[in-house]
């Protein structure tokens, strides 16, 4: 009897409790998307809002070319593409052979120089005597003519003899003012110099330190260490100077350079921390780094056809503006970057008080290149030659004066 009365209850009471079941329904979904609300606004303000991220990364590194400084036939090659390099270690081997040639003719034009100068100077002493000779002779020729003409008068000498005696004195002061030319004009070649600081060998002698320059750069070695990269030259090749060769690339040093839209930058600083996720390493390594620089211009800004026109189909676009990221070298070590790699970055900043334009950036400078052209071994060598084609001379004190 019950249950008939159940089955048979009526239908607007099941009708009347839809409306309820669907307004609890609303009331509990809205009330869902309050708290959903409140929660993200909550999150933002406390978190999300000091910081900025962009997968718009990519790992950048140095790729140091290496050229040759000198023309050159490839003769060796010791570093190919993917192998590492320690700085200072062996490329590549040029034929030295019209190197030798001209550092032998140019340490003969050294040797040749500083005997050209030692003749000047030779020649000088030598003017100086004539200069006093003339002199003296110049003494005894106006005596001999003063006692001639006294006895002119008395008939002992004839007016030829006298007027031979005139001429031999005019001869011998026409004699003396050209030597003294000649002596002022050998003097203005020497004069406040020695046969080591003469101008003509110190020439010679640059000529020799440049020929020697071009046979050690026949030598080419890597000036900082790294990976091998993009080798285009091969055994046999005759290459000019300037020519690519390979690249070196120090992955020790890589950044990231992290492009992030113009509405992202208002509170970015230099300084700042930033943490750095990997698509090669994925998210169980996460890198830490700081920013270290921001782009002086938009990447379009920079490009060959900016899109900044005045022609009339111009459209706004959100720009995007390159960042520098420096990595931690430790981590760089365990987990070594490729240059090209993709990324994700997310920069901290709560912390504004940093500056917009960087001061420094790299974390350590590149090491100092020793020069070529200093070479102890060389110096010597023309010390040397110096020494075998002049004489040790008081007067000129040439070779101490070199030393």
Same mark, same amino acid.
């Given at each position: 009897?019950?249950?008939?009365?159940?089955?048979?209850?009526?239908?607007?009471?099941?009708?009347?409790?839809?409306?309820?079941?669907?307004?609890?329904?609303?009331?509990?979904?809205?009330?869902?998307?309050?708290?959903?609300?409140?929660?993200?606004?909550?999150?933002?303000?406390?978190?999300?809002?000091?910081?900025?991220?962009?997968?718009?990364?990519?790992?950048?590194?140095?790729?140091?070319?290496?050229?040759?400084?000198?023309?050159?036939?490839?003769?060796?090659?010791?570093?190919?593409?993917?192998?590492?390099?320690?700085?200072?270690?062996?490329?590549?081997?040029?034929?030295?052979?019209?190197?030798?040639?001209?550092?032998?003719?140019?340490?003969?034009?050294?040797?040749?120089?500083?005997?050209?100068?030692?003749?000047?100077?030779?020649?000088?002493?030598?003017?100086?005597?004539?200069?006093?000779?003339?002199?003296?002779?110049?003494?005894?020729?106006?005596?001999? !003519?003063?006692?001639?003409?006294?006895? %002119?008068?008395? +008939?002992?000498? *004839? /007016?030829?003899? =006298?007027?031979?005696? &005139?001429?031999?004195?005019?001869?011998?002061?026409?004699?003396?003012?050209?030597?003294?030319?000649?002596?002022?004009?050998?003097?203005?070649?020497?004069?406040?110099?020695?046969?080591?600081?003469?101008?003509?060998?110190?020439?010679?002698?640059?000529?020799?330190?440049?020929?020697?320059?071009?046979?050690?750069?026949?030598?080419?070695?890597?000036?900082?260490?790294?990976?091998?990269?993009?080798?285009?030259?091969?055994?046999?090749?005759?290459?000019?100077?300037?020519?690519?060769?390979?690249?070196?690339?120090?992955?020790?040093?890589?950044?990231?350079?992290?492009?992030?839209?113009?509405?992202?930058?208002?509170?970015?600083?230099?300084?700042?921390?930033?943490?750095?996720?990997?698509?090669?390493?994925?998210?169980?390594?996460? !890198?830490?780094?700081?920013?270290?620089? %921001?782009?002086? +211009?938009?990447? *379009? /800004?920079?490009? =060959?056809?900016?899109? &900044?026109?005045?022609?009339?189909?111009?459209?706004?676009?959100?720009?995007?503006?390159?960042?520098?990221?420096?990595?931690?070298?430790?981590?760089?070590?365990?987990?070594?970057?490729?240059?090209?790699?993709?990324?994700?970055?997310?920069?901290?900043?709560?912390?504004?008080?940093?500056?917009?334009?960087?001061?420094?950036?790299?974390?350590?400078?590149?090491?100092?290149?020793?020069?070529?052209?200093?070479?102890?071994?060389?110096?010597?060598?023309?010390?040397?030659?110096?020494?075998?084609?002049?004489?040790?001379?008081?007067?000129?004190?040439?070779?101490?004066?070199?030393?």
């Amino acid at each position: 009897m019950s249950d008939e009365a159940t089955s048979t209850a009526p239908p607007e009471a099941d009708a009347a409790a839809l409306p309820n079941k669907r307004r609890r329904g609303l009331i509990l979904l809205a009330l869902a998307a309050v708290l959903a609300g409140m929660g993200y606004g909550g999150y933002w303000f406390a978190v999300a809002r000091h910081y900025e991220s962009t997968d718009d990364a990519y790992v950048d590194g140095d790729l140091v070319q290496i050229t040759s400084e000198v023309p050159g036939t490839v003769m060796a090659l010791a570093a190919d593409d993917t192998q590492g390099v320690r700085g200072g270690q062996t490329l590549l081997e040029l034929d030295p052979a019209d190197a030798q040639v001209a550092m032998s003719n140019a340490e003969a034009r050294l040797a040749d120089a500083v005997r050209e100068v030692r003749t000047l100077f030779a020649t000088a002493g030598q003017l100086r005597a004539q200069i006093a000779d003339r002199k003296i002779a110049l003494g005894r020729a106006q005596a001999d !003519y003063q006692r001639r003409s006294s006895l %002119l008068q008395d +008939g002992a000498v *004839s /007016a030829e003899e =006298l007027s031979h005696a &005139q001429e031999n004195v005019a001869q011998i002061q026409a004699d003396l003012t050209e030597a003294r030319e000649q002596l002022q004009a050998t003097t203005a070649q020497i004069d406040r110099t020695s046969v080591g600081t003469h101008p003509r060998v110190l020439a010679a002698e640059a000529a020799v330190r440049d020929a020697a320059l071009a046979l050690r750069r026949t030598h080419i070695v890597a000036p900082v260490s790294g990976v091998v990269a993009r080798r285009s030259v091969q055994i046999g090749q005759r290459v000019a100077a300037g020519t690519p060769l390979m690249a070196v690339v120090p992955l020790e040093d890589v950044w990231v350079d992290a492009n992030f839209k113009e509405v992202q930058l208002a509170d970015m600083r230099v300084g700042q921390p930033v943490e750095v996720n990997t698509d090669v390493y994925g998210r169980r390594v996460k !890198y830490r780094g700081k920013l270290v620089g %921001l782009s002086a +211009g938009s990447g *379009s /800004a920079f490009a =060959l056809l900016p899109s &900044q026109n005045a022609s009339g189909n111009w459209i706004k676009i959100v720009q995007r503006v390159p960042v520098r990221i420096l990595l931690d070298p430790q981590q760089l070590a365990s987990y070594p970057l490729r240059v090209g790699l993709s990324t994700s970055v997310t920069v901290n900043i709560r912390d504004t008080s940093g500056g917009l334009i960087a001061s420094s950036v790299r974390s350590q400078p590149f090491p100092v290149r020793p020069s070529l052209g200093e070479d102890p071994a060389l110096d010597v060598r023309i010390a040397q030659i110096l020494a075998a084609n002049d004489r040790p001379d008081p007067h000129t004190n040439s070779v101490a004066a070199r030393q």
